[in-house]
Structure formats: structure tokens, C-alpha cells
């Protein structure tokens, strides 16, 4: 039976010494009883907390990080839907690499993923590793083009392999890097596994089926190493699909700990539509890391796209910074505009008002993240709020002009707003953000 918080912490050394992260040991307490934490995180737990607490406070889905800066994070989910509460760490997207591309392909395509970047609504998405195969044969080689590609891409290597000596070799070359060897079998594991150890990567895991898996996965953690990824070995579509469900729902709904990994797909060719939609499956049906069999930036974009969607908490809206933004270059005498930090809200707003053509400040009170009329009915986008925060942030130094513009839904604060900041004129905008640029050029221009 699980434990409560309250339970847990009467375990715990209550002393609140915050080196686990958490500001009380309650509140430790609360995120071991959520699944949201490791009791290894609290360097003071008893033994008789750690026998009683262990395996059942780890999270459902172990967390994996990667990379040097461990910035890049696996794992860690405790629900099957999103819509129950949110999803964690979302699916790592790789590119591969062979090792027997050409030197001018491999260097363009390293620089393309280290370079690459999209934009979206405030968040910046890149390609998170970079796959190298080794067909060559050669384990110098091999070695050398990952140690190239961390050197140029500078992310996380998943080494792919199935020869110990290419991988012994490669892992010694990107050590300290916290990256991927892929993948041991019954047969390597053991071997691999130290190598694993030895330069501080992951080791992904694969067998024939998930009963072999989950045998080979417990063999290897109880020898004490549990930097582990999963590698199903699946042959279509709805095989994976399948297997990925069946993995998780194993290990969140029935704690069954040797499937409880992150894990990773490598998707080895096929028509551009094929590849996009495994990449999909993986992205949706809790893939770990997903590697892409080249680079395509518009693929990126979709897959990206669809990924900030799926692991964007649902409770939680995504919001910009609350403060002045200058749009274009503007002076004291610009117009000034007002909307929420709802981030879809913000960017609409602002590309708006720069397609415009006009230069303007553009005012983001705390609004929560809502949008202007879910602020408006929360009470969180009032004259009165409003004009607080202007005069907190210090605008009326800052610009000369005293008109600021409102959006038209919420015309009703006009007359509130106007006796919130005395010599302020509220002059109310169209309701559409699309209407910005006809409403400048006869209003303001």
C-alpha cells in the first residue's frame, strides 16, 4: 500500500536542511509520496528510511540525465494520459549519422544540428543528441566521428554499436560527455556495462521480447548499475505502439520496476511520411529518445511542434515574462498598448503590432497566463491591476505620452483604469489582434 506525505515523513530526519532541493522535509516528503522524487536525494536518510522507503519512493519511470551539464532529461512520468495530470520530460529528438558518410555530410550535418533553432511561443527548441552508427567496422573510425560530432554539435552522442570494441572505443572518446551506448544484448551486457561505468554514459538495453528485457534490465541493476534505457525490439508500427503502451502501463500502473525505463527508437529509413509518422508514435506514446535517419528541417518543425503541444503542462499556461516590452525601436513619445502574459496572446499581439509598421511599448501585467478575457473574468486584467503594476514597473519615467490602448473585449475597464492612473487617457483597440495594424494607421498615424 502506498504511503502518505505525512507517513513518509515521519521517516525522514526533519531537520528541513534543504540539500534535497525542497524547502521542509515535508514538502520531500509530499514529492516522494507523488513519485516526483528519489529518497537518494536526502543525504541524511536512516537506513530503516531507506529499507522501508526505497524502491517504493522512486518514480514509476526512472529519470536518466544526460549530457555534461545533465540538462537534458528522461523518464521521470508517474500518469499514462497527460490530460491526469502532465507529462515530464519530453521525447529527445537525435539525428543519425553513419559512420561511413561522407566527411563533408557528416561535418554539414553536425553544423545544421548545432545550429539549428525554432522558435515557438517563447520556447527554443533544438535537436537534442546525435546518433553515430558504425558500419565501417573500424573502431578508431568510429571513435573519432563521436568524438567530432560532440566536439561540433555539442550535445549528448547515442553510440550505436553492436561490437564491444567499437563502443569501448567511442565511449573512451566522448567520455564525460554523459551519453548513450546502444544497445547491450544478453550477451554484451556485461561487458557493456562497465564500459558504461567506466565513462559515465547510460547503457540502453535490448532483447528478443519484453520478458527477456525485463530480465536482462533487473540482472543488470542488481549488479549495481541503473543508468539504464530501454530498446524494444519491434518490427512496424503498431507493433511499437503496443509495446511502449504495454512498457508503461507495467510500470505506472502495476510497479513493475524492470520495465520502468525511458526509452529509445531508432528509426532506420523509409518514405519521409513513414519516418514522421514513427517519429509521432514515439512523441505520443512515451518514447524517450527518438532518432531521426537524417536531418529535415521542416520534419523538425512539425515533430517539434507537436511535441510542445504534448508536453505542455495542461494546467499550467505558458507565459511570457511580466514586463514593458519595446516592439521595434521606440522613444518616450511611442504608443503604448496593454495585453496578457499568456504567451499565444503576446505573440500575436506583438507581431501584430510590428507588422504595423510603428514603433510601441507594449505592456504584459502578471495575468497568470491567461488569456484577456479569462484574465478579465478572473479579475486578474482590471483597471486597477493594470495601473498597479504600471506604476510598479516605473513607465510613467519611462515614456512621455499618456494615452494607453486596451484590447476591445475588455472595454469595461476603461473608465476604472483611467481613474487608477490620473492624466491617463484609455483608449480602447479593436477586439481582433488582426485589426492592430488598420487600427495604427487611422488612429495613431
Not at 511535441?307 to 513619445?333: H, W
Not at 486597477?384 to 515614456?399: M, P, Y
Not at 487617457?425 to 485589426?435: H, L, S, Y
Amino acid at each position: 500500500m502506498a504511503l502518505t506525505g505525512l507517513q513518509i515523513q515521519k521517516l525522514l530526519p526533519k531537520t528541513n536542511c534543504k540539500e534535497c532541493g525542497s524547502n521542509t522535509c515535508l514538502a520531500f516528503a509530499m514529492k516522494l509520496a507523488a513519485k516526483k522524487a528519489e529518497l537518494s536525494q536526502c543525504p541524511y536518510a536512516s537506513e530503516e528510511a531507506k529499507k522501508v522507503l526505497g524502491a517504493a519512493s522512486e518514480p514509476p519511470v526512472k529519470s536518466i540525465v544526460l549530457g555534461p551539464d545533465k540538462k537534458l532529461k528522461l523518464g521521470e512520468e508517474t500518469v499514462l494520459y497527460r490530460h491526469e495530470k502532465t507529462f515530464v520530460n519530453q521525447t529527445a529528438l537525435a539525428v543519425n549519422i553513419n559512420d561511413t558518410d561522407k566527411p563533408e555530410s557528416i561535418e554539414k550535418t553536425l553544423r545544421a544540428v548545432g545550429s539549428y533553432l525554432l522558435e515557438r511561443v517563447g520556447e527554443k527548441l533544438i535537436v537534442d543528441m546525435v546518433c553515430i552508427t558504425c558500419k565501417s567496422g573500424d573502431p578508431a573510425k568510429f571513435a573519432n566521428i563521436c568524438s567530432k560530432a560532440y566536439e561540433i554539435a555539442k550535445r549528448p552522442i547515442v553510440m550505436r554499436s553492436s561490437s564491444v570494441q567499437e563502443i569501448s572505443a567511442a565511449a573512451k572518446a566522448v567520455k564525460g560527455s554523459n551519453s548513450v551506448i546502444a544497445s547491450a544484448n544478453p550477451k554484451t551486457a556485461d561487458e557493456l556495462k562497465k564500459i558504461a561505468e567506466e565513462n559515465g554514459h547510460a547503457l540502453a538495453l535490448t532483447a528478443p521480447n519484453l520478458d527477456e528485457l525485463s530480465a536482462l534490465t533487473s540482472r543488470i541493476k542488481e549488479s549495481g548499475f541503473n543508468n539504464i534505457i530501454l530498446n524494444f525490439e519491434t518490427f512496424s508500427l503498431s507493433e511499437q505502439f503496443q509495446v511502449n503502451s504495454i512498457a508503461r502501463r507495467a510500470a505506472l500502473k502495476d510497479s513493475f520496476k524492470p520495465l520502468g525505463y525511458p526509452s529509445i527508437k531508432f528509426i532506420d529509413g523509409g518514405e519521409m511520411f513513414d519516418i514522421a509518422g514513427e517519429a509521432i508514435n514515439e512523441i505520443t506514446k512515451y518514447g524517450g529518445i527518438c532518432v531521426l535517419p537524417y536531418f529535415d528541417s521542416a520534419m523538425l518543425v512539425s515533430l517539434m511542434t507537436l511535441r510542445l503541444n504534448i508536453y505542455t503542462d495542461p494546467q499550467k499556461p505558458i507565459q511570457v515574462e511580466p514586463k514593458v516590452y519595446s516592439i521595434g525601436e521606440p522613444d518616450k513619445n511611442s504608443p503604448v498598448f496593454v495585453t496578457t502574459n499568456f504567451s499565444l496572446t503576446y505573440f500575436i499581439v506583438s507581431g501584430e503590432i510590428e507588422n504595423s509598421g510603428t514603433n510601441a511599448w507594449l505592456v504584459v501585467p502578471e495575468c497568470e497566463g491567461m488569456s484577456v478575457l479569462t484574465a478579465w473574468a478572473a479579475g486578474k486584467f482590471s483597471g486597477a491591476s493594470i495601473a498597479k503594476f504600471i506604476k510598479g514597473i516605473g513607465l510613467e519615467e519611462q515614456v512621455a505620452t499618456r494615452q494607453i490602448i486596451i484590447p476591445g473585449y475588455v472595454a469595461q475597464i476603461s473608465g476604472e483604469l483611467e481613474e487608477s492612473l490620473p492624466g491617463w487617457k484609455v483608449v480602447v483597440g479593436p477586439q481582433e489582434a488582426a485589426d492592430i495594424e488598420s487600427f495604427v494607421k487611422a488612429r495613431i498615424k
